[in-house]
C-alpha cells in the first residue's frame, strides 16, 4: 500500500517558476536521502516537464508529493496544465520528436529518468504528466 504524504503545489506560469520548482524538489529529494545522480536525474524530469507545461500547456502547476510503501520512499511530482492536449502521445513520447523546435527530449527524456511516468491528456482539455523516483531503504 502506498501512502501519499502532504502535497505542496507550485505555479508552472514563468521561467523564475521553474528555478523555483528544482530547488523545491531538490531539497524535497535530499530531505528523503536520496543520491546526488538521483537528484539530478529528476530535477532534470521536472525542468523538462515544466517547461513543456509553459511552452506547450500556456502554463499550469506541479504537485510535489512524498510517497512511502513499507520498504522504500519517494517523491512523486503531478504535472498539469489546460492547454490544447498531445494529440499523437505515441508520436509525441518519439525520441527527437518536437513540435515546437526543440531537441524533442523533453517526454521520452523525462520518462527514463524516473521510475514511474505517465501521461493523460485530452485534445482540446489539457495534459497532466505525474512521474515518481523511488529509493529503497
Keep these: 500500500m502506498t501512502d501519499i504524504m502532504p502535497v505542496t503545489v507550485m505555479p508552472v506560469k514563468t521561467d523564475e ?13 535530499v530531505a528523503i536521502g536520496f543520491s546526488l545522480i538521483e537528484q539530478t536525474k529528476v530535477i532534470t524530469a521536472a525542468s523538462e516537464l515544466a517547461r513543456n507545461t509553459l511552452r506547450y500547456g ?53 520518462k527514463r529518468l524516473v521510475d514511474e511516468f505517465e501521461l493523460d491528456t485530452r485534445v482540446g482539455e489539457g495534459t497532466s504528466v505525474s512521474i515518481a523516483k523511488w529509493k529503497r531503504y
Excluded: N, Q, W
Aim: glycine share 20%; net charge negative.
Design 17 to 29: 517558476d521553474v528555478v523555483r520548482l528544482r530547488k523545491h524538489v531538490r531539497d524535497t529529494m
Design 58 to 110: 500556456g502554463g499550469g502547476e506541479v504537485s510535489i508529493h512524498h510517497i512511502d510503501e513499507f520498504d522504500r520512499k519517494g517523491v512523486m511530482l503531478v504535472f498539469s496544465d489546460k492547454g490544447p492536449g498531445i494529440e499523437d502521445i505515441a508520436l509525441a513520447l518519439t525520441d527527437g520528436y518536437t513540435s515546437g523546435g526543440g531537441l524533442g527530449l523533453g517526454l521520452s527524456g523525462a
